[in-house]
């Protein structure tokens, strides 16, 4: 299928890491013109416009006023921005139990997804409302829908986006862009490397006890259903939805007894 997105811009937020470069290669094999943003990685994002053909533009998307600029020097230097990929947060590691988590740590979780997540889609519903046009795709987890044993932080701030703020902008944003379209991707974990996968074996069989197809995921099988978010042509109607992108998962395994019992 075509997806029409030659020669159109589209910025993803935390381009330079691992989900992030795969969507922006995923992008660019289309033919569209990738905005990398990046705020440390520098090294990983030229190189990665270097091979695609993309614009790497850095900016802490805790900062208003930096994330209000990566918009406006994005759509200086490629013109108007066709979509959005609120991409950049992380996971917050190790697990610690709700009862032993910090206020500084929930916080700074929720900075990082939620936060920045706002910021990002804010900015940008400015440009749409200016163009009248364009489409937002929000990376959220499988930790939104399942929970996450020792990660309520990230699973709560995963929720926000991919219900609160998907919901809540699929209806916003046709104010400005009878057309305009919001959604998210919900993945699985993505193991960064057949060695990483080797050393989280153990993790790894309790991630897919409940997974269908049996694998975890890669960051193209993400990126290419992000990609077709992003395309008019090919999810046109398709708004104020989260895609489980997760083999299927159907729930997560009890934790084992704590020996503190
Ligand atoms: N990997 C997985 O298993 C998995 C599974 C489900 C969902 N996800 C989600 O997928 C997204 C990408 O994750 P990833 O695995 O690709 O992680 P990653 O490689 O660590 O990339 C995350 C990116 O977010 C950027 N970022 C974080 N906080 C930022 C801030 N305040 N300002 C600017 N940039 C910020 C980082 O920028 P710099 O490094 O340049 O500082 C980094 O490029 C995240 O939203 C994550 O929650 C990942």
Redesign the pocket.
């Given at each position: 299928m075509r997806l029409g997105l030659g020669g159109k811009a589209v910025l993803v937020?935390?381009?330079?890491?691992?989900?992030?470069s795969a969507i922006v290669r995923r992008l660019a094999a289309e033919g569209a013109v990738p905005i990398i943003?990046?705020?440390?990685?520098a090294t990983a994002?030229h190189g990665l416009a270097d091979d695609t053909g993309g614009i790497p533009l850095r900016?802490?998307?805790?900062e208003e006023s930096e994330v209000d600029a990566l918009i406006e020097r994005a759509v200086e230097r490629a013109g108007p921005l066709a979509g959005v990929v609120a991409?950049?947060?992380?996971?917050p590691g190790p697990p610690v139990p709700t009862r032993d988590m910090t206020l500084e740590r929930w916080r700074r979780t929720l900075?990082?997804?939620l936060t920045?997540a706002f910021l990002t889609s804010r900015a940008y519903l400015k440009h749409v409302h200016e163009v009248g046009h364009g489409s937002l795709v929000f990376?959220?987890?499988?930790?939104a829908r399942f929970g996450e044993d020792g990660f309520a932080d990230?699973a709560a701030a995963?929720s926000a986006v991919t219900y609160g703020l998907v919901q809540t902008l699929a209806r916003e944003i046709v104010a400005s862009a009878p057309r305009g379209r919001v959604n998210a991707v919900?993945?699985?974990?993505?193991?960064?490397s057949a060695q990483a996968e080797a050393a989280a074996e153990q993790r790894l069989k309790r991630a897919l006890a409940t997974v269908p197809l049996g694998r975890a995921?890669s960051?193209g099988d993400v990126a290419s259903v992000v990609a077709w978010l992003l395309s008019d042509d090919a999810s046109g109607y398709v708004t104020g939805e989260v895609i489980q992108v997760s083999g299927g998962m159907s729930g997560r395994l009890l934790p084992p007894p704590s020996a503190e019992q």
């Open positions: 937020t935390g381009g330079s890491g691992l989900l992030g943003h990046y705020r440390s990685g994002a900016a802490n998307l805790l991409n950049a947060g992380g996971w900075d990082q997804n920045t990376v959220g987890s499988a930790a990230y995963k919900s993945p699985t974990w993505i193991p960064p995921a960051a």
